[in-house]
């Protein structure tokens, strides 16, 4: 007679085992309409699952967040049975949900492209429609192997033999058709709706290893409904119009090639974006306390082991072998050791605390070539990264200092608000319980000294301590994770760095990494997504551009190109014989912010005709007002006047 205890606290009664079908059926008829699957005492589970023990229990309706991955990750068994029922011979592998979708790998002769998904997509919305429900059946072990060999489905197959030899098989069918999966699914295949759509082919290897037989993988998108749908689609097209890669190419940033692979090969324009970026936030740091240093690239093998680096990260770090010298040198993949033995030099007293210590340090990390993309994930990077070095009681100030720095360093940049999480302890780490103990509590008391609520991300610290993620959302709904602060005591130990306390004895400091922006590569590939290329003008690698109706303004175009870098703008002179309209469409498609327009009327007035990036219309200032309104608009957020 198990006892169901509701969300509310409510206890129903029945007398023998019951379905999850008939608890929502008792709690009522549009529970019963909406409810998709249970959770039962935190597992979730088949609306057709017995329940035969006292227990909690919830239902997960279309309305709740988790809902989507239960749609996606039947639309992806809807999808294999699609597929194999209009080509026949195909094995199916693995189909999971992801983020924004779900895939599911496929083995055949011939691998599929894009001109075959709108045929499985018809074909998808027929299983939909006809709403087969599915049903869970558990099989033994032997006889599952035997039965998916006999299909040919050796990669099913394959997966059973490497199941603990404890775990249950469960095998769900929709109709006539089936798939081995641990479930849970939806009380039918027309549960999934029509909110979705297929969007690519890739190849990808049998469970990840290249010397595996190469599948073909179909992704799609599926969601509630189809408003989100829609509202998501839109989003990808805007990503794909912002995309950076793109937009690099029109504006003449950088590109990418061969022969350095993951290094990014910066054009002039592009240079100059990132020396806006650099000296930006130089002036900040300065400006709060940080003295800026430089350490080098290459760095004995000893260091990294000291650090404990090199256990974690020697995968991921490139090597230098020095024959003569027999030493194994490697590019830093981070700057903290480095800035450790800065830290070393001399004797430091608690009276220097805290010491803010930051560089523009140039990483090298070892990515997979298949994981590059563009400038957002490279191989070879610069970090703003600093580190704090401090006495135990400054370690929520300084944690409050650094937000509130972060806070006006991003809304410079358009970014109004953040998310942060935090990450604590992993499993493999470095350290004592207690050290661990004292970092995170230090953490969480800067959080609410500060009064930043944050989300749990159990689990993700780093192998030296706890951190705080701060996360950007753009101006597309996407989320990027940029700045960090982290609470250290095990690298001050590791590596023997200590100071002069007021009685005279010695004291490890505590060692904060912190980072606002990141790497450099990244953030300003986010930013030229989030702007679209079309920057605010102290952003913008080319801030003007002055353009001839005809050739008799020539003289006057170069006194005004000469009046505005004399006020420190970026200009170009254009006084090609292209006509004027043509001029403005190729400047446009560069975007460039603001085009002067001059003509032998405006030459004779002084005078000049400004159009902006996007608009039509023009508007006639003289010259000095021109350059004093550019000027203004031009200045660093920094540096403007309050």
């Not at 227990?55 to 279309?62: G, H, K, L, Q």
């Not at 990036?613 to 608009?633: D, N, Y």
Request: glycine share 6%.
């Amino acid at each position: 007679m198990p006892a169901i205890t509701l969300p509310d606290g409510s206890v129903r009664s029945f007398d023998g085992a019951v379905t999850g079908t008939t608890i929502a059926q008792s709690i009522g008829p549009g529970l019963a309409r909406a409810a998709l699957v249970m959770v039962v005492n935190g597992v979730e589970m088949d609306l057709a699952r017995e329940i035969t023990e006292d227990c909690s229990v919830r239902f997960i309706t279309r309305k709740d967040d988790e809902a989507l991955e239960l749609i996606r990750h039947d639309a992806a068994h809807v999808m294999a049975e699609a597929v194999q029922v209009l080509y026949p011979g195909t094995q199916v592998t693995i189909g999971p949900a992801i983020e924004n979708g779900f895939y599911y790998d496929f083995y055949r002769n011939e691998p599929f492209t894009p001109d075959d998904l709108p045929a499985i997509e018809a074909k998808m919305r027929e299983i939909i429609a006809a709403n087969a429900p599915f049903k869970r059946e558990v099989w033994d072990r032997e006889k599952a192997i035997a039965y998916f060999e006999n299909l040919g489905e050796r990669f099913k197959a394959e997966l059973i033999r490497d199941l603990p030899v404890d775990a249950p098989i469960s095998v769900y069918r929709q109709g006539e058709w089936l798939d081995l999966c641990r479930g849970p699914h939806l009380p039918g295949t027309g549960a999934v709706g029509t909110a979705f759509k297929l969007q690519k082919t890739a190849g990808a290897y049998w469970r990840g290893n290249a010397k595996n037989p190469m599948l073909s993988r179909i992704y799609g998108t599926a969601w509630r409904d189809q408003k989100e749908l829609d509202a998501y689609l839109h989003q990808l097209e805007e990503a794909e119009r912002r995309d950076h890669r793109k937009i690099g190419r029109e504006m003449d940033l950088f590109h990418i090639q061969e022969e350095a692979v993951g290094s990014i090969f910066w054009h002039p324009q592009g240079w100059r974006l990132y020396r806006t970026v650099e000296s930006y936030i130089r002036r900040k740091q300065e400006a709060n306390g940080y003295e800026e240093v430089r350490t080098p690239q290459l760095v004995d093998r000893k260091l990294w082991e000291n650090s404990g680096h090199w256990d974690k990260y020697r995968k991921n770090m490139f090597i230098a072998e020095v024959v003569e010298e027999e030493s194994t040198l490697a590019l830093k993949p981070m700057n903290c050791p480095c800035h450790v033995q800065i830290f070393k030099q001399g004797l430091r007293s608690y009276r220097q605390l805290p010491i803010r210590m930051a560089e523009f340090g140039a990483c090298h990390r070892y990515e997979p070539s298949g994981a590059l993309h563009g400038i957002m994930r490279v191989r070879a990077f610069t970090q703003d990264d600093a580190h704090i070095f401090c006495t135990e009681d400054q370690i929520v100030p300084e944690v409050v200092k650094f937000v509130a720095l972060l806070d006006e360093v991003y809304k410079d940049f358009g970014f109004e608000s953040f998310a942060i999480k935090f990450s604590d302890r992993p499993d493999v780490r470095a350290g004592s319980d207690e050290d661990w103990d004292r970092a995170e509590t230090a953490l969480k008391g800067a959080c609410e000294a500060a009064g930043l609520p944050y989300d749990l991300n159990p689990g993700e610290g780093a192998f030296y301590g706890p951190k705080l993620e701060f996360v950007l959302r753009d101006a597309i709904g996407r989320d990027w994770q940029c700045g960090t602060i982290q609470v250290d005591y095990v690298l001050p130990e590791r590596l023997d760095a200590e100071y002069v306390t007021s009685d005279s004895s010695r004291a490890r400091p505590v060692m904060l990494h912190r980072a606002i922006i990141g790497s450099f590569e990244r953030f300003l590939g986010i930013l030229i997504e989030q702007y679209a290329g079309r920057f605010p003008l102290w952003l913008a690698p080319t801030q003007v551009v002055v353009a001839t109706i005809v050739s008799d303004a020539d003289d006057y175009a170069e006194e005004v190109t000469a009046a505005l870098q004399a006020a420190g703008l970026v200009v170009e002179l254009d006084v090609s014989n292209q006509k004027i309209q043509a001029k403005i469409r190729d400047h446009s498609l560069h975007h460039v912010p603001n085009i002067l327009v001059v003509g032998r009327k405006e030459a004779e007035e002084r005078k000049v005709a400004l159009r902006r990036l996007g608009g039509a219309a023009q508007e006639i200032l003289s010259l000095e007002e021109a350059v004093a309104l550019l000027k203004a608009e031009a200045t660093p957020p920094d540096l403007r006047s309050a």
